[in-house]
């Protein structure tokens, strides 16, 4: 299993996963589920994905496959717009699907993939778009500027009480390790280390790109005061009114 989230913000996106696959008793095994495709000044493209190894590294080389393409409507590095990118990796999902789908129906494996996909080509703004295993996609809106796959359920929470497209990208990166911390302490599935991407709107070039290992000081910093922060907060909150023992109904 993983987890990969991503932010579309005002002042532009930020995108993290976690690198664990086949988690397990005596097998635990790390790849990275963040590729990026730049050309500095005019595009940078962030795919992340989540589900059947096999299948994402497959779709990642169908779109690798065509990045020198002379063909402009099938090269990515061409396309003149996210949408169009993200119409791209739709049809790198399906032309996966057409080969491998009957293979794996007969192994009885799951056609299991989603992805996220963002960044900015110039001319436009940055955007968003999460793509399904069908190969259909949606794009991140200002009322949904979040999105996430893999693992969700845990980091969650703080996502929507944090989030909003006026969000800095410096609240909404402690945002999206604490969001990773939460999930990787609930679920050994998931775990470090964490892909962290931050691009800053119109730069059309990678700034800020970090693989947050254990000891990253940072980190560990801002999830234990997350940690003591909960339990002081905790502590504080007031007891029911009704008391711990009261059997009174009604």
Not at 51 to 68: F, K
């Amino acid at each position: 299993m993983t987890y990969c989230l991503a932010m579309a913000l005002n002042q532009g996106l930020v995108l993290a996963a976690d690198s664990r696959t086949n988690a397990g008793v005596d097998h635990i095994a790390t790849f990275r589920k963040m590729r990026i495709w730049e050309r500095e000044g005019e595009r940078v493209l962030v795919l992340l994905s989540a589900g059947n190894l096999a299948i994402t590294q497959a779709v990642a080389s169908e779109i690798d496959r065509h990045t020198h393409d002379d063909t402009p409507e099938r090269n990515p590095m061409a396309v003149a717009s996210l949408y169009d990118a993200a119409r791209l990796v739709g049809e790198a999902v399906r032309a996966v699907h057409r080969k491998d789908g009957a293979a794996l129906r007969e192994a009885g494996v799951e056609f299991n993939i989603s992805l996220i996909l963002g960044g900015q080509i110039e001319g436009e703004e940055p955007r968003l778009f999460m793509i399904y295993a069908a190969g259909n996609f949606i794009e991140a809106t200002n009322e949904t500027p979040y999105f996430q796959i893999g693992e969700t359920k845990y980091g969650k929470p703080i996502l929507d009480r944090v989030v909003s497209v006026e969000t800095d990208l410096a609240r909404a990166t402690k945002c999206a390790l604490l969001s990773l911390d939460s999930t990787i302490r609930s679920n050994m599935t998931v775990g470090l280390p964490i892909d962290l991407l931050v691009y800053r709107r119109d730069s059309l070039r990678v700034e800020t790109h970090r693989l947050i290992q254990d000891n990253d000081p940072y980190y560990k910093d801002i999830c234990h005061r997350w940690g003591v922060g909960l339990r002081d907060l905790f502590q504080v909150l007031p007891d029911p009114p009704w008391g711990g023992g009261d059997k009174t109904a009604g």
